[in-house]
């Protein structure tokens, strides 16, 4: 069990670029969620996925957001035309297939990929 | 609209003292409460978690207390160790069109000093 692996760690970009992050979730796993933190924040929710669907989105993911989940495994994240405003921590979680019950759902996060937006 | 608050930035404890964490949250729906612990450069872990029909749920030096009435509730460490410094998110969970999500508030950092 290697934990949920985001990449890359750090990304440091100029306004108005694109960024791709990844998020490969703990093997088994089929629920996938994207979260965002800004400093002094707890995580925002963005979205999430059960297997390859994409069931869930926030109203904080505006056009510019994309996110995929193509085979069910790992799941990307891109920003288009990045703005200073979306400098922040992006985690990602992970969750076993299960009911409702919470023991079955826990959310496991990776460590997350810090964006600065010059 | 914050409906999950964690209104202390930071609290200092001594170590082997009880350290007592608070959140306070809004919305009825929330049928599950968690905490979840997070060291620098880690995400953050799951450390222990309620449901909305208990009151207490005890997990070694870790209880949470929920007090719905007035949707409050608590997380208590004792004895407090020098490992347990770390950010302490509180977070409730409602399932809307099968996706659990969760809302955390803005986390306390808690320091124990020796």
């Known amino acids: 069990d290697t934990g949920v692996s985001q990449n890359p760690r750090h990304k440091i970009t100029k306004r108005g670029q694109n960024v791709t992050f990844r998020c490969d979730p703990i093997?088994?796993?089929?629920?996938l969620y994207w979260y965002r933190q800004t400093l002094g924040q707890g995580p925002e929710f963005l979205t999430y996925?059960?297997?390859?669907?994409?069931?869930?989105k926030s109203r904080l993911l505006s056009d510019r957001f994309s996110a995929e989940r193509p085979k069910g495994s790992f799941s990307t994240l891109e920003i288009q035309r990045t703005e200073q405003g979306d400098s922040a921590m992006y985690l990602c979680?992970?969750?076993?297939?299960?009911?409702?019950?919470?023991?079955?759902?826990?959310?496991?996060f990776g460590a997350g990929t810090r964006l600065s937006v010059l | 609209d914050q409906q999950v608050k964690q209104n202390s930035p930071s609290l200092s404890v001594q170590e082997g003292r009880i350290s007592i964490l608070n959140c306070d949250y809004t919305n009825s729906m929330f049928d599950y409460f968690l905490w979840y612990k997070k060291y620098p450069a880690e995400g953050p872990t799951f450390l222990i978690s309620i449901s909305s029909i208990k009151d207490k749920n005890e997990d070694g030096r870790f209880t949470v207390f929920l007090n719905k009435s007035a949707k409050h509730l608590s997380l208590h460490i004792v004895p407090s160790q020098p490992g347990d410094s770390a950010v302490y998110f509180c977070a409730a969970r409602y399932l809307i069109q099968g996706a659990q999500k969760l809302v955390f508030g803005q986390g306390t950092r808690l320091t124990i000093n020796p």
């Open positions: 093997s088994e796993h089929n629920r």
């Open positions: 996925f059960q297997n390859e669907a994409q069931l869930e």
């Open positions: 979680a992970s969750s076993p297939p299960g009911g409702a019950m919470l023991a079955k759902n826990i959310q496991y």
